[in-house]
């Protein structure tokens, strides 16, 4: 495996909620360290084995497996990891974790050329119209990681291994392999950044976690119009339940209207008035 900027450096951005969780469902649990979210996919009423989604912001594995621990057990078991993407804030604990627990990673094959050291992705665009943090975002690697003995694709049936009665959408526009999870016996949606639930531009929303949904963290989309269809499409699913890579859970009327009204007006709330990744497409 190889490291890079991507699981090694550590930035000091930490929201209020960062090292406490929220019960989504029984077997879903949404842990926060620093500004992203993790998930752990498993019951443990029922068993001490879980799947990881995602896996946060680098030098966090130490606290993902606590909490791991604290859920599940201290036998808990660690079967697979499965990515929405791989941003920095998504693989940044992985290889970490992947040292102690060496499982498989699944992920979707256009996202492995960052995933096997091959390309590194496109920097994020300070100068995007937006707050502090998209200003400040130069300091966001964006350089590939190699975790290419651990790395699976996702099924291109829509199956997620290990994950039963859940499907793998392909939800491209903030990267090109991004993919999102749904759950249609109880419509719940884990969405990663193809929309988020805070605005993750502003360093002070970020940090206070006020809730509201946004389009995807604009320094790091560079496809606007793929990132507008995706989000169309998870709102054609009508979730019950919607958990992002940032920002709080969220259910019931103000998800349906907020997904809904992003949608409809997604170019003129979530697309930057300028950047360099807002005309390319």
Not at 32 to 56: H, M, R
Not at 77 to 98: N, P
Not at 145 to 157: G, K, R, V, Y
Not at 197 to 219: A, F, M, N, W
Request: glycine share 8%; net charge negative.
């Amino acid at each position: 495996m190889e490291r890079s900027q991507s699981t090694e450096n550590l930035l000091p951005i930490t929201s209020i909620h960062s090292g406490s969780g929220v019960e989504i469902a029984p077997d879903v649990y949404c842990y926060t360290v620093q500004v992203a979210n993790v998930f752990f996919i498993g019951n443990p009423a029922t068993s001490n084995e879980w799947v990881l989604i995602d896996a946060g912001m680098p030098h966090n594995a130490n606290k993902i497996l606590e909490a791991a621990e604290k859920r599940f057990g201290p036998e808990h078991q660690l079967k697979a990891i499965i990515l929405t993407h791989g941003h920095f804030d998504h693989v940044g604990s992985l290889i970490d974790i992947l040292e102690q627990y060496k499982v498989p990673v699944y992920a979707h094959p256009l996202e492995f050329s960052y995933l096997k050291g091959i390309t590194d992705y496109p920097k994020p665009d300070t100068t995007v119209e937006g707050g502090l943090l998209a200003k400040m975002s130069s300091i966001f690697p964006a350089k590939a990681i190699d975790i290419s003995a651990h790395l699976h694709e996702l099924p291109s049936d829509g199956s997620v291994p290990t994950m039963p009665g859940w499907q793998s959408i392909h939800t491209p526009g903030h990267s090109a392999g991004h993919v999102s999870l749904f759950r249609e016996q109880d419509r719940l949606l884990i969405a990663g950044d193809a929309f988020v639930t805070v605005k993750q531009d502003s360093l002070y929303k970020v940090l206070r976690q006020k809730k509201e949904i946004h389009g995807p963290p604009v320094y790091f989309t560079t496809d606007w119009r793929a990132a507008w269809e995706s989000v169309c499409k998870l709102a054609d699913l009508k979730p019950s339940i919607a958990a992002t890579g940032h920002g709080k859970p969220m259910t019931g009327a103000a998800l349906a209207k907020g997904l809904v009204d992003l949608a409809e007006n997604f170019q003129k709330t979530a697309v930057p008035a300028h950047g360099k990744y807002v005309h390319t497409k």
